[in-house]
């Protein structure tokens, strides 16, 4: 057995101890006494999944192909919808087999995962992986969420999170119409713009340089809770108060990295550009303007997050009857906890598709740049 091999097996291999300690107080054999004596299993579920997870190692092959890692994968699946369905209610403990069957899912689920990412196979297996490894992380939130009966106000569980997303789904989109798209969306193409278009007026010209960037710099370090209390009284409770503060958000990020990228461009393409007597427009637009995309694309990705998020903490000092900073800070008084976790789960997925979107731009724009090809390769 490979290197590359091994870790899976013994995972694999580790996994028997538990289930086998479990089983061993399901069945009861004439004349065997168990040598640790462990509360029974009162759940048939539970002695399906154990069951399940014999059978699922012993039919698990070290193999480094799909066909291989198949019944791998559906028998920790299996095992897994078995254990979660078989958790006691919060009124009972869970026996000591519920927390060795525990231990093995978890064995089971980090053999799953590692045996699909050393497949090799075509990039969708990737993204495969990388989506089983969220689900499993899910699950295991789940099941000791439940398992040990935490107060939804403390942490609730993601099948509470799931249903609110769609039993609100009617306010979370009222939520997404007035943070996202008018805020968020307005403020940042408006902040990136100014940032992007100030960065190439004053590239050529030091005295702007010396006169802007100090004051850029200033307002960069003016911290949030501070400026979005007065943009609330500037411009009133609507989104255009919160579009000003994504604006002050995200035109430093802009204007610095437009700047480090028209002074990337190297010396021996200046001189040729200059040797053909080309006007600075020219030497823009061909050279210094494509040389600084990938420095703007970084500030345009990490301007997604600050823009959400500016937007979302300037909704706490002010904001109408909708927002997803609005929905956080009254269901949190409320102490309706899971529309609070819907709310941030719905921020995290458009942040997420905001940078994504990003990065399919970037590869359109930049796929010259080195790093850009390495990627695709």
């Not at 291999?13 to 029974?40: E, K, M, N, R, Y």
């Not at 009617?170 to 992007?196: A, E, N, P, R, W």
């Not at 903490?313 to 002010?318: D, N, P, T």
Request: charged share 10%.
């Amino acid at each position: 057995m490979s290197q590359t091999k091994l870790p899976g097996a013994i995972g694999a291999l580790l996994a028997i101890i538990p289930a086998g300690l479990a089983l061993s107080q399901t069945f009861s054999l004439s004349g065997f006494d168990p040598v640790i004596p462990l509360p029974a299993l009162h759940s048939p579920a539970l002695r399906i999944a154990a069951l399940q997870i014999v059978c699922v190692l012993l039919a698990a092959q070290p193999l480094r192909c799909l066909l291989g890692t198949l019944p791998l994968l559906l028998g920790s699946l299996l095992t897994g919808a078995l254990l979660l369905l078989s958790v006691p209610s919060g009124e009972s403990e869970p026996a000591t087999a519920f927390w060795l069957l525990c231990i093995a899912q978890f064995l089971l689920a980090r053999t799953s995962v590692q045996r699909l990412a050393m497949l090799d196979s075509p990039p969708w297996v990737a993204t495969l992986t990388a989506v089983l490894f969220g689900l499993w992380m899910l699950y295991f939130w789940q099941l000791l969420v439940t398992a040990f009966a935490v107060p939804r106000v403390l942490l609730p569980a993601p099948a509470d999170i799931l249903l609110a997303l769609f039993t609100e789904a009617d306010k979370l989109g009222g939520d997404f119409v007035q943070t996202v798209l008018k805020s968020v969306l307005t403020g940042y193409v408006l902040g990136s713009g100014l940032g992007i278009a100030t960065g190439i007026a004053i590239e050529r010209s030091p005295f702007l340089q010396r006169g802007l960037l100090p004051i850029a710099s200033l307002t960069s370090t003016i911290p949030l809770v501070g400026v979005a209390p007065i943009a609330v009284m500037w411009f009133g409770f609507d989104w255009p108060s919160k579009v000003a503060v994504v604006v002050l958000m995200t035109f430093f990020p802009a204007m610095v990295s437009t700047l480090a990228g028209l002074g990337a461009a190297g010396k021996l393409e200046r001189e040729l550009m200059h040797s053909y007597a080309a006007s600075p427009r020219q030497q823009l637009l061909a050279l210094r303007l494509p040389a600084a995309m990938p420095f703007i694309f970084g500030a345009l990705k990490v301007n997604a997050s600050l823009a959400l998020i500016g937007a979302i903490v300037a909704e706490f000092f002010g904001s109408p009857t909708a927002g997803l900073g609005f929905r956080i800070s009254t269901e949190a008084a409320r102490m309706q906890m899971p529309l609070v976790w819907a709310a941030i789960v719905l921020s995290a997925i458009v942040g997420s598709a905001l940078y994504s979107l990003l990065v399919l731009c970037e590869r359109r724009v930049n796929f010259w740049h080195p790093s850009v090809r390495a990627a695709q390769s």
